[in-house]
């Protein structure tokens, strides 16, 4: 049985991987730290690892990229999307004051993961106004410390399945600001996996410019647009070796093994630009939990 390393346990990503991945052909190993999770893989702890790489709301999970980009050498296997839901959970107060505009005013402190509050900016500014907000680790993590101090004026924004097993009522549920909001996660490994079929396939590659080169970034766009393909993605992130010299994650849709996008890579390395594939992989949409 192969062991998939990702933060947990209760999480987001454990909850979206186990609808993807299913419970007979692989063991889940929880990490706390998202180091954790690629090490395991990277030292040969465990087979894959689970990446939450982007969200509907945030956008890229900028310190998740830079590990897979700079830390280690773990090519893409999949990506799936799939729905969050935000739930505020923790101990209702004792003898509540009656607050018509906001039952939530007793909350002093909220824990959960640093990409939270932006997920759920407009209940926070509603509601938990007058709250302190600790990031932790991840959102389970949050749910337990909140359950571990058992105290009203402490609450945490996590999943429903970290809320049932930890036993902590859910206050309020999907406080999200919008309610398709979804997760990219990536599939990180050193060997392919045998994965169910995807009539969507995706290409992932860092692109260096050359120093020397004017309108280079130009050009690797045209590369990409007059053989009509499409890119789902693309950012500009420092290499970390000189200042203001910046390599362009870009996310392609098509297979690697495609004629036209072989090409478009050729012809950009002929201007001069270094070119890393960070993986070619089938992508999973789940719109609901159900579909999964």
Known sequence: ?????????????????????????????????????????????????????????????????????????????????????????????????????????????????????????????????????EAVSSTAEGVRLATVQNDSTVAAIGPAVAAASYKVPILQKEIQDHKDNMTRFLLVGKEAEELPESDKMKTTILVTLPEDYPGALHQVLSAFAWRRINLSKIESKPTKKKLGNYYFYIDIQGALDSVLLQAAIQEIEAIGCQSRILGSYPSYLFTSKSEA
Not at 65 to 83: G, M, Q, S, T
Not at 98 to 126: E, G, M
Request: glycine fraction near 4%.
């Open 1 to 133: 049985m192969k062991k998939v390393a990702l933060l947990g346990p209760n999480t987001f990503s454990e909850e979206a991987t186990r609808h993807f991945l299913g419970e007979e052909a692989f063991e889940y190993v929880p990490f706390k730290l998202i180091s954790d999770v690629f090490m395991a893989t990277a030292s040969g702890e465990t087979d894959l690892s689970v990446i939450p790489i982007e969200n509907t709301l945030e956008g890229s999970v900028h310190l998740h990229v830079d590990w897979l980009v700079h830390e280690v050498d773990l090519p893409i296997r999949a990506e799936y999307v799939f729905p969050i839901d935000m739930n505020l959970i923790g101990f209702p107060q004792p003898n509540p004051e009656p607050d018509a505009s906001n039952p939530y005013s007793h909350i002093r402190k909220v824990l959960s993961h640093h990409v939270v509050p932006a997920q759920c900016s407009k209940f926070f500014k509603k509601y938990l106004s007058g709250a302190e907000f």
